[in-house]
């Protein structure tokens, strides 16, 4: 079970094969590496999961090889999204090894040790979560590492400090570590060394992430969203070579904005970010990294949960978005547009 989805194994993958199996896009959430949060979202498992496999069905006439093997309908069938009745919150996907790396401590420090991937494996999940950067909205952790000197200008590709709502003449590509207690940035040179990735690996995984991007950016323009920035997963299919995992194009993998508002779980870290919760949480990760904690969590308190109309408002941003990039009216919520009016009626009364 993961923070907001559930995986049923139908056939485990061996060292040279993919096995097979299905996520079950629950209405949880997750933000800030916390897990699973107090409430649960309506509607938010079926609309990530309609709204990822339409994106999947598109990286792959792009070419672009993917995990995605179709939507599971009311009758158990696995079907392509136009064949889809009603919303399913169930996707099957081909399923490869996960290799985490070794934790210990050493000199009062978390290490992780990556040799495994020095093997050159195949059918493995690759341990990086890749990121492009098309704008910098407000909320963007580019201006907290900026501000803290854990990334410079240099490393950005940028010749002047951005401003919050700052869109970029090109994107910029990011990655951090995706099997490690908290999500941690790191340099490209650590991202090959970590996951054994050969020169032409790294450049393979790069064009990947732009034609990804180009591909999620297109769908979203044509409803009015922008895509600000966005995440994708890879891996190694038995004869090594690259493909999309996990999910791809929905709110919690990308930041949209529609006319400068946030279209996406932002919102939700946004409310959090006001509450004490969030400066506990801030705090026990400092400790956590300074006494060699693995598990900082066990220093922070559980999070309150988001306010009713909130909730709501999420719950409906999420399907209403999925009906419009998807072209089908899966959902019987009101359009974005007026979701978006209610969400700033909202924040004008808080």
Known sequence: MGSVKDLQITKKPSQTEMGVGR???????????????????????????????YCFERLEEQGIKTHYRGLVDESGKT????????????????????YRPNTSVADGKVVHDYSVYAEKLVNCLIPLEIIYRNGLPEGSSVFKRLD?????????????????????????????????E?????????????????????????????????IVSELAVGVGLK????KIELAFDPQRQLMVVDVVGTLDECRFTYGGVHVSKEIARQFYKKTTWYLELEEAKKTAAAKGIADWKTLAKSPPKL???LKKIISEMYMAAANEVTKRQLFAVPTLKEIITEYKEYMGEN
């Open 23 to 53: 996520f079950s896009f629950s209405d949880r959430y997750s933000v800030f590496d916390w897990g699973e949060m107090p409430d649960h979202i309506d509607g938010k498992g079926a609309a990530l999961c309609t709204m990822g496999a």
């Open 79 to 98: 079907v392509k999204f136009n064949e889809l009745k009603q919303p399913s919150s169930t996707m099957e996907v081909s399923l490869v090894n996960i």
């Open 148 to 180: 803290q000197g854990k990334i410079t200008l240099q490393q950005l590709g940028l010749d002047h400090m951005p401003k919050p709502g700052e869109q970029l003449e090109k994107p910029i590509f990011d990655v951090s570590t995706k099997l490690e």
């Open 182 to 214: 908290t999500d941690r940035y790191i340099t490209w040179e650590e991202a090959q060394k970590i996951a054994g990735l050969t020169v032409d690996e790294l450049a393979g995984l790069k064009a990947i992430l732009l034609k990804t991007d180009n």
């Open 227 to 230: 895509n600000e920035d966005g």
């Open 307 to 309: 306010d009713p109309q």
